[in-house]
């Protein structure tokens, strides 16, 4: 369904439409007004890491060009913009003197959004940890939770009177499994054991940040955003639908689990629960501190195996095969039904809030040519997606809000700018923007609704 307007109908009046972003991924200016280095800055620097050894320096230069972005936002008619807040431009060195011109910054942007009638969605961490946290061990410390909650604080008594929402973190997945067991992202570590370290306190840091937002703004709508995986067993056979059971509580259950239930799963607690650090008393009800809003990013589903391998780790998965032929640019399977499954699989397990889409969309690398980006592809990947939230809605789900992953082209962490994923196309060399065919698409759709009042 492609039409706009003919989709637009499917949606209560009070949805929101958004465009997504992050800081370290457009911002630039790495060194300016007082920021120092994030782990993702010392990362990218180190030869095989990231593509090219590109890096966050230049990125979008949005840092510099604040006003003409926000007017970009205007012009595609959206209700809202997710935004993150770059932590090493707040506190620098992750603890210690806090840095007043990063403050100021934020302040434009969210004073920009308000005074161009959009709604602010803000998310507190996006993978930038300071990287002078890295001394204490960085996520694998305890004292980051701490050092974390009161970074929480100073931001939202800055900027809270002024946020329609905030999230603590983003994608907890990828800055535990993806950073610190498999090595793909910052800091790179490969260890089950640091991973774990990471898992708890990362989580504990949540909860510590959820009660530093609500001592400050106890009336802001405060989650978290989760790239949940949609699981599925790669055949019928019951040593298949084993392994995925395995897998949703691998990759789901063990941020699910806590902040929902104030509990790890029973399978990875039995497996890896004696490597896990020391979980004190009080932790997992900080944790599981009651959210407004969840928010979920889905790109493409997950298809797991067992693995035969004798003596394999928990969860003793490998890859199976993808159904849908369809694949973007950066190779992921295209196959909308999963969010549907995905989010009733959720609810039916959890007590969950209202639920926001804050990240979708889809890579394909096409350039302009005569001023123009034709990507269909993208287009079509944003409004099957749509369809299917639309049907979550007519079921009764509360599903609130969708943000586009992403306004812009940007740094593509590990892929550097090798991978486009915006709506908008960015000429890295001149910091032209274009808008593409689906981000015309996108406005026209967001333009059929009254701004969104949920939030």
């Given at each position: 369904?492609?039409?706009?307007?003919?989709?637009?109908?499917?949606?209560?009046?009070?949805?929101?439409?958004?465009?997504?972003?992050?800081?370290?991924?457009?911002?630039?200016?790495?060194?300016?007004?007082?920021?120092?280095?994030?782990?993702?800055?010392?990362?990218?620097?180190?030869?095989?890491?990231?593509?090219?050894?590109?890096?966050?320096?230049?990125?979008c230069d949005h840092y510099n060009r604040l006003d003409e972005d926000l007017d970009l936002i205007k012009s595609l008619g959206v209700d809202a913009y997710r935004f993150s807040i770059a932590w090493p431009r707040i506190i620098p060195e992750g603890t210690g003197p806090i840095n007043e011109k990063g403050l100021d910054f934020y302040d434009r942007l969210v004073d920009g959004l308000k005074a161009r009638g959009i709604k602010a969605f803000a998310t507190l961490y996006h993978w930038d940890l300071p990287l002078a946290l890295m001394?204490?061990?960085g996520w694998t410390a305890r004292t980051t939770a701490y050092a974390f909650q009161r970074y929480a604080k100073t931001v939202i008594a800055r900027l809270g009177d002024r946020l329609d929402a905030v999230a603590t973190f983003n994608e907890p997945w990828c800055?535990?499994?993806?950073?610190?067991?498999?090595?793909?992202?910052?800091?790179?570590?490969?260890?089950?054991?640091?991973?774990?370290?990471?898992l708890h306190f990362t989580n504990l840091a949540h909860g510590l940040g959820v009660d530093a937002i609500r001592s400050e703004r106890p009336s802001l709508p405060v989650g978290i955003v989760i790239n949940a995986h949609s699981v599925y067993p790669g055949s019928a056979s019951k040593a298949d639908k084993a392994a995925a059971e395995r897998a949703f509580d691998f990759h789901n259950g063990v941020f699910f689990g806590p902040i929902f239930r104030g509990e790890y799963p029973e399978s990875f607690m039995s497996a890896l629960g004696h490597r896990m650090p020391l979980i004190e008393d009080g932790d997992m009800e900080t944790i599981s501190r009651p959210l407004d809003w969840w928010g979920l990013n889905y790109y493409t589903p997950m298809r797991v195996s067992n693995d035969p391998a004798k003596g394999a780790e928990y969860p003793a998965t490998i890859n199976a095969k993808p159904v849908s032929e369809t694949?973007?640019?950066?190779?992921?399977?295209?196959?909308?039904?999963?969010?549907?499954?995905?989010?009733?699989?959720?609810?039916?397990?959890?007590?969950?809030?209202?639920?926001?889409?804050?990240?979708?969309?889809?890579?394909?690398n096409i350039g302009v040519e005569n001023g123009v980006v034709d990507d269909q592809p993208r287009l079509d990947y944003i409004a099957d997606h749509l369809s299917v939230t639309a049907d979550l809605i007519a079921e009764g789900y509360p599903m609130r809000g969708y943000f586009a992953w992403s306004l812009m082209d940007n740094f593509e962490w590990a892929e550097g700018y090798k991978m486009r994923f915006g709506i908008v196309h960015v000429d890295y060399d001149t910091q032209v923007r274009t808008i593409k065919k689906s981000g015309h698409w996108y406005k026209a759709l967001a333009e059929e609704f009254p701004k969104g009042n949920h939030i």
């Amino acid at each position: 369904m492609t039409d706009p307007k003919i989709l637009a109908q499917r949606f209560p009046g009070d949805f929101v439409f958004g465009v997504a972003t992050a800081s370290f991924q457009i911002e630039g200016a790495t060194k300016a007004d007082g920021r120092k280095p994030s782990i993702w800055d010392a990362f990218s620097n180190m030869p095989g890491r990231v593509f090219g050894r590109h890096n966050g320096d230049v990125a979008c230069d949005h840092y510099n060009r604040l006003d003409e972005d926000l007017d970009l936002i205007k012009s595609l008619g959206v209700d809202a913009y997710r935004f993150s807040i770059a932590w090493p431009r707040i506190i620098p060195e992750g603890t210690g003197p806090i840095n007043e011109k990063g403050l100021d910054f934020y302040d434009r942007l969210v004073d920009g959004l308000k005074a161009r009638g959009i709604k602010a969605f803000a998310t507190l961490y996006h993978w930038d940890l300071p990287l002078a946290l890295m001394g204490d061990g960085g996520w694998t410390a305890r004292t980051t939770a701490y050092a974390f909650q009161r970074y929480a604080k100073t931001v939202i008594a800055r900027l809270g009177d002024r946020l329609d929402a905030v999230a603590t973190f983003n994608e907890p997945w990828c800055s535990v499994w993806l950073s610190h067991l498999y090595g793909i992202h910052a800091p790179g570590e490969r260890n089950m054991d640091a991973a774990l370290h990471a898992l708890h306190f990362t989580n504990l840091a949540h909860g510590l940040g959820v009660d530093a937002i609500r001592s400050e703004r106890p009336s802001l709508p405060v989650g978290i955003v989760i790239n949940a995986h949609s699981v599925y067993p790669g055949s019928a056979s019951k040593a298949d639908k084993a392994a995925a059971e395995r897998a949703f509580d691998f990759h789901n259950g063990v941020f699910f689990g806590p902040i929902f239930r104030g509990e790890y799963p029973e399978s990875f607690m039995s497996a890896l629960g004696h490597r896990m650090p020391l979980i004190e008393d009080g932790d997992m009800e900080t944790i599981s501190r009651p959210l407004d809003w969840w928010g979920l990013n889905y790109y493409t589903p997950m298809r797991v195996s067992n693995d035969p391998a004798k003596g394999a780790e928990y969860p003793a998965t490998i890859n199976a095969k993808p159904v849908s032929e369809t694949r973007t640019d950066i190779g992921w399977e295209v196959y909308a039904p999963a969010l549907g499954a995905l989010v009733k699989t959720l609810n039916a397990t959890y007590q969950l809030p209202e639920c926001y889409i804050t990240e979708n969309g889809a890579c394909y690398n096409i350039g302009v040519e005569n001023g123009v980006v034709d990507d269909q592809p993208r287009l079509d990947y944003i409004a099957d997606h749509l369809s299917v939230t639309a049907d979550l809605i007519a079921e009764g789900y509360p599903m609130r809000g969708y943000f586009a992953w992403s306004l812009m082209d940007n740094f593509e962490w590990a892929e550097g700018y090798k991978m486009r994923f915006g709506i908008v196309h960015v000429d890295y060399d001149t910091q032209v923007r274009t808008i593409k065919k689906s981000g015309h698409w996108y406005k026209a759709l967001a333009e059929e609704f009254p701004k969104g009042n949920h939030i």
